[in-house]
């Protein structure tokens, strides 16, 4: 946590994360695999900043002998609000360094209900609307409402260029070995508009529906994972 909310701040926050079943700051470290192998860590952080304003970032990184080779770091940063009790986007950036350098960054303009997205030296401008959210913002908002009760989600996420549908489906409960021991989860699966990708999630009630393991399949099949190994603030 960056900065110590104090006074109505404070009072505001609480009432947020009670009212609404908002997860409450947290960090989630993370082992990453390649196709079953170890490859690096990870680390995710949900902060509360300035002018009741929050953070959520995720930083991934390869470690060990496959970083001699492949020395890779992807970070991926939201920065966000609540306005009339939801959440709004207001910046997102993507940041791949190392094998292949790749960015994408959002800056939503809520005046103007625009979403100025660069990405791979493309300039593009998104027509937004309220309850949209971004490509990294949508899984807080997941464990919002699974911690409500919610289990039938959808989320309109800009990306791109373009706002897409992002429907996380139902595949049942699941019991996850993590870093804390074996957990309880319920498993999503997400996959793209065209199926040559997935991303599946298991979520644990027991720590407020945090994702403690994602697996990310490519349209060439390699597979990709995140498994919990520690987590404060849940």
């Known amino acids: 946590m960056k900065k110590i909310i104090i006074g109505l701040l404070c009072i505001w926050n609480y009432s947020v994360y009670a009212d609404n079943a908002f997860p409450p700051p947290f960090t989630a470290k993370y082992k990453l695999y390649a196709d079953g192998f170890p490859v690096g860590k990870a680390t995710r952080n949900l902060t509360s900043i300035a002018n009741g304003k929050f953070l959520f970032e995720t930083i991934a990184e390869t470690t060990g002998f496959i970083s001699l080779f492949k020395k890779i770091r992807i970070s991926e940063r939201s920065k966000f609000k609540w306005v009339n009790g939801k959440i ?15 960015f994408n960054m959002l800056s939503f303009d809520w005046s103007k209900n625009i979403a100025i997205n ?7 401008n998104i027509v937004i609307q309220n309850g949209i959210l971004d490509r990294l ?19 309109k996420v800009a990306d791109k260029g373009k706002v897409k549908t992002y429907t996380p489906t139902f595949l049942g409960k699941e019991r ?12 999503y699966r997400r996959k793209s508009s065209n199926n040559k990708r997935s991303t599946t999630l298991w979520c644990a009630p027991s720590l407020h529906y945090l994702p403690v393991k994602v697996v990310y399949i490519e349209k060439n099949g390699d597979e990709f994972s995140m498994i919990l190994k520690s987590v404060r603030g849940l």
């Open 118 to 124: 660069n990405f791979q030296n493309k300039t593009k």
């Open 137 to 155: 913002l949508y899984q807080v908002v997941l464990m919002q409402e699974l911690k409500q009760g919610k289990r039938q989600l959808q989320y």
């Open 176 to 187: 996850i070995k993590t870093g804390l021991g074996t957990l309880d989860t319920l498993k």
């Open 88 to 102: 709004r986007p207001l910046e997102y950036n993507y940041r791949q360094t190392g094998y292949k350098d790749r």
